[in-house]
Structure formats: C-alpha cells, structure tokens
C-alpha cells in the first residue's frame, strides 16, 4: 500500500509519504517520508527531505550461485537531505547551480566482497554504516538562432563508514567502505547545429580502499559524435562514439583491468506508417 498527498502554493510545496508492504504474511517496518520546497527568490529554492529506509534483500543477494547468502537481513534506517538551487537567466544564457548534503544511517548494510580465499564475491550484512557527503552540479546553456552549447559539471563527496569492526569482510571501525570512493567529479560539454551534435564527457574517480590495499584515482573520457537527417521523409541518426577516448590503464576492481579505447558506430531509422 502506499499513499501520497502534497500541497502547493506559489511558493511552497510539501509532500508526505507513505508506505506500507506484507511480505510473507508479515508487515514489514512502514516508510514515510516528507518533503519540502521553499521558492525564496526568482532565482533560489531550497528544500528539505527526511525519509525511513527499508531494503529487503534481492533474489541474488539471497540465491546467487556462488556468493548468495539466504541468511541475510534486511536493511533499514534513516537518511535525511538539505538542498539548494541558483537559476540565473540572461539574454541566451541560462546558468543553474544546485548543492544536496545528505546524511544517512543504515543498519545491516548489505556488502558484496570477495571471499578470502575463494575466486567469488559473496554478500554478507554489516551491523551500520554511516554515509554522509555532498553533491553539487553546475549547468550553463547558451543559444543563438544556429548554436547551442551546454556545460554540465559535478563534483560529488561520498564519506561511506563503517561504524562497528568488520572480520568478514575485515573493516575497522570508522574505516571507508571498500570499493566506495570519497572523491568524485565530472565535466560535459555539449554542441549542437542543425544536423550535428557532438559531446565531450571527462570522468574522474578517486582512489578505493580494497582487502589487499588501495587502487589509485583515475581520469576516462568519452567523446560522441552524431549527424542527423532524413530517409524516405523518416529521420535517421549516424553516431561515433569513443569510449576511454585517452586509453587510460585502470581498474575499478582488483586484479580486473577495464578495456581501453574502443570504438562503437551505430545507426537509427525511425520507420512509421499511418
């Protein structure tokens, strides 16, 4: 069962939630959560949120063939959130800039990790974990009659830790999660003129700890280019995308290097008939 209401005004918006599940013949703990929005000027708002969470775990989490834990619990807690956002509005150019700090507390966070030991990963509850952190995001556009340009960029600070001693897998407590990067940030640019789009997207992800040590920060990019126009009177789309565009040597998980350049070239026809 779940249940929504929500009033607004011009300047003013709540929202509460509710949420209520029978799993098994049983009731599983309620999840309500409230929102709200306040337009303090043309060019602000801020908002507030605060919700209830609960996650029973997935059929892979209990049943995968290795590594599935049928004995796991399932996860609970509670996360809050305060955000802000700046819209500016200038003859072609729109610039937007939001900032989210979040806080959230977890009980029996479910963890996959690789078993001592053993070539598999498993999944196994960890007592509680503390996330916490912010997300920003930049957004400029600018149009003219034959451009159009957007700037997209973000920078997200992710402190994920464990708040009692781990053995398996082994966590001290306060210790960052593992395979949890604190450090996060990207940058896009996008163009566009008539039949022709292009995007530009660099990534960086700092470092992770791991259960044999660190694996170091890294930078990818990626690049797109696409053309478009017309078939029998059906619009149709050429792209070239580059994946890795600097073939950087990395890895997100230990001793599993990722590919490096690739290419991809594709092509979509709508086709239609009345």
């Known amino acids: 069962m779940f249940a929504s209401i929500r009033y607004r005004s011009r ?3 709540v929202q509460l939630d509710g949420r209520q599940e029978l799993i098994d013949g049983k009731f599983a703990p309620s999840t309500p959560s409230i929102g709200v929005g306040q337009q303090l000027k043309s060019w602000l708002k801020l908002g507030a949120k605060l919700e209830r969470n609960y996650r029973l775990p997935t059929l892979n989490d209990l049943y995968w063939t ?16 305060l955000n802000s956002q700046v819209t500016l509005k200038k003859h072609r150019s729109t610039i937007q800039f939001s900032t989210a700090i979040f806080n959230r507390n977890i009980k029996n966070w479910i963890l996959w990790h690789p078993s001592p030991g053993q070539f598999f990963w498993a999944a ?24 159009h340009c957007q700037l ?18 082994k966590i ?27 995007n530009y997207r660099h990534q960086f992800t700092g470092s992770v700890l791991t259960e044999l040590g660190k ?6 990019g990626e690049l797109e280019l696409g053309f478009e126009w017309e078939i029998g009177g ?19 998980i230990e ?16 086709l239609s008939k009345k």
Do not use: C
């Open 11 to 13: 300047n003013f918006s």
């Open 124 to 147: 196994s509850n960890i007592a509680e974990v503390w996330s916490r952190g912010l997300e920003n995001r930049l957004h400029y556009s600018w149009k003219s009659s034959k451009w």
């Open 255 to 270: 001793r599993r290097p990722m590919p490096g350049r690739s290419y991809e070239v594709g092509l979509s026809i709508n």
């Open 152 to 169: 997209l960029g973000g920078y997200d600070f992710v402190h994920s830790t464990n708040q009692k001693a781990v053995v398996l897998p």
């Open 172 to 198: 001290e407590a306060g210790q960052q999660l593992i395979y949890v990067p604190e450090h996060q940030g990207f940058v896009s640019l996008s163009v566009s003129s008539g039949a022709f789009s292009g």
């Open 215 to 220: 694996l170091p920060s890294f930078q990818i």
């Open 66 to 81: 290795p590594g599935g834990n049928p004995d796991l619990l399932a996860e609970s807690g509670w996360s809050s959130e």
């Open 234 to 252: 059906e619009p149709a789309r050429l792209f070239l995308q580059i994946n890795n565009l600097w073939d950087t040597t990395f890895r997100v």
